[in-house]
């Protein structure tokens, strides 16, 4: 259907079909269509998006930068949730510095990701309430000094998930960073159990006040949900143990670990 057709319709029908589109479309429906331009500016189609590069014959399809901002740059002071497929480090790092207003971010899928993607931000507090990193069996050189300050620079953050991904955070650098910041911290999980004690897990909910769940877990692909409102996991070997009662010989144990404080 043409524009000039489109416009005979009644206007809450043109909206409820702007709203079928996703940030990819509704940019170009802006450019080439001025008329159309204040359905696809209106806040509600912008506060939550989800992102995910167009189609190539590479094995992971990334985003360039200069075709995200193109799609976002009008519309960063809207955004506060992002879902991303396909980032590389210059993409992290623009959403952070440049959606001020960003509370929500997942990032599905990426080539390798390293702590440049992150180190830059450091200076900036960040209104990060949830940070999911979900690799999908990827490599994340993200090292626990980084991951640290990223959580302590978030004053506001209060879940944080890395998951399905190849990480290796040392419990004693993670530790030291923490106690600097971290007390909104509600619920961490981990894809890594190395270098992890009972003495590590105990300290870390004494130094993170209100953190309520710790999940350190094989990196495995095996599902996990665990959320604040709820547990639902699907894996093997997993042990859920109250803080208080946790013992060494545990941690070694299993493969999969859920701690929660009451």
Not at 77 to 85: E, G, S, V
Not at 131 to 157: E, V
Not at 219 to 241: C, F, I, N, Q, W
Request: proline share 3%.
């Amino acid at each position: 259907m043409s524009s000039c057709h489109l416009f005979f319709l009644p206007s809450e029908i043109i909206w409820k079909i702007i709203q079928l589109l996703d940030p990819i479309d509704l940019s170009n429906t802006r450019q080439s269509c001025k008329r159309l331009r204040t359905y696809c500016d209106h806040p509600s189609n912008w506060t939550t998006i989800t992102l995910a590069p167009s189609p190539s014959s590479g094995a992971l399809d990334l985003w360039n930068l200069s075709t995200l901002q193109f799609i976002l740059q009008p519309h960063l002071a809207l955004i506060k949730t992002i879902k991303i497929w396909g980032v590389r480090d210059n993409i992290i790092r623009y959403l952070l510095t440049s959606c001020s207003c960003l509370e929500n971010l997942t990032i599905c899928s990426w080539i390798t990701l390293s702590d440049h993607a992150f180190s830059k931000q450091l200076t900036i507090p960040l209104s990060l309430r949830t940070l999911r990193l979900n690799g999908q069996q990827h490599f994340t050189s993200l090292d626990a000094a980084t991951f640290a300050k990223l959580i302590s620079n978030c004053p506001r953050l209060e879940e944080v998930y890395v998951t399905n991904c190849k990480i290796h955070i040392q419990a004693e650098a993670l530790l030291d960073g923490v106690s600097l910041g971290g007390e909104s911290l509600k619920l961490l999980v981990v894809a890594t159990k190395r270098t992890w004690s009972s003495y590590h897990v105990t300290r870390l909910f004494q130094v993170c006040s209100s953190l309520k769940y710790l999940a350190l877990l094989s990196g495995s692909s095996d599902t996990v949900d665990l959320s604040l409102s709820g547990r639902m996991y699907h894996m093997p070997s997993v042990l859920e143990k109250d803080v208080q009662y946790i013992q060494e010989r545990e941690i070694k144990e299993f493969d999969n670990i859920i701690v929660y404080s009451t």
